[in-house]
Structures are given as structure tokens and as C-alpha cells.
Nanobody, 126 residues
Framework: HVQLVESGGDSVQAGGSLRLSCAAS????????KGWFRQAPGKEREGVAV????????DYADSVKGRFTISLDNAKNTVYLQMNSLNPEDTAMYYC????????????????????WGQGTQVTVS
């Protein structure tokens, strides 16, 4: 089992930056692979960035490549999402998600591949 708590969401002007954090807890939390998803009003939830549990490789949605960076600090059981050059299209509720260690052999940005979810943190860009 793993529990996820996001933080760091805020209101920011276009061109600004934010750093989101996802704190994971549980005896085997570090073994779960994690990712970030987002959902804007009237839109489907979409994958943003995902990372191996070792932190060795990451994948990103095309819309955020070059602007967002996902990273992992296993000592703190925390996943980060550094967001730069934000624009209004990035406005959304951002969710941290995790999938079982047995399913961490490959990376995926598909929502249904993740079973565990945080409550979300709101990012508003104006």
C-alpha cells in the first residue's frame, strides 16, 4: 500500500515557475513507480510525467517537454515536478499517482495504469 500527498500548487503569472511535491508513505513506497497527471475543467485527465522507481529515466507528455522536469528523492520518499515557463494551458488540478512495483518494468502515461492517487493540488496560471 502507498499513500500520496501533493503540495506546492499555487497561482502564478504566465512565464513563472512552480515546484510540486508528492510525499509517498508506506513500507514499500519507494518500490512503486510514480507519475504526475493533470485535469483541467472540461478536459480528460492526462499524463504529464512519469519516472522509474530508481529515478534513472523519465518520460513526458509532448506538451511539457523542455519545460517540466520530474525527479525523485527516495531518501525522502518524495517525487517532484519542476514546472518552468508556465502558460495558462497548464492550469489544472495536478495529481500524483503510483503503480505497483511489479508493473514498474516499463513507463506509462496512461491514467488507467495507475491504481493509487493523491487528492491533487491546484495550479492556476494567468
Amino acid at each position: 500500500h502507498v499513500q500520496l500527498v501533493e503540495s506546492g500548487g499555487d497561482s502564478v503569472q504566465a512565464g513563472g515557475s512552480l515546484r510540486l511535491s508528492c510525499a509517498a508513505s508506506g513500507d514499500t513506497a519507494v518500490q512503486y513507480c510514480k507519475g504526475w497527471f493533470r485535469q483541467a475543467p472540461g478536459k480528460e485527465r492526462e499524463g504529464v510525467a512519469v519516472l522509474y522507481n530508481t529515478g534513472g529515466y523519465a518520460d513526458y507528455a509532448d506538451s511539457v517537454k523542455g519545460r517540466f522536469t520530474i525527479s525523485l528523492d527516495n531518501a525522502k520518499n518524495t517525487v517532484y515536478l519542476q514546472m518552468n515557463s508556465l502558460n495558462p494551458e497548464d492550469t489544472a488540478m495536478y495529481y500524483c499517482a503510483a503503480r505497483e512495483p511489479a508493473r514498474c518494468r516499463w513507463l506509462t502515461l496512461v491514467e488507467d495504469d495507475y491504481r493509487y492517487w493523491g487528492q491533487g493540488t491546484q495550479v492556476t496560471v494567468s
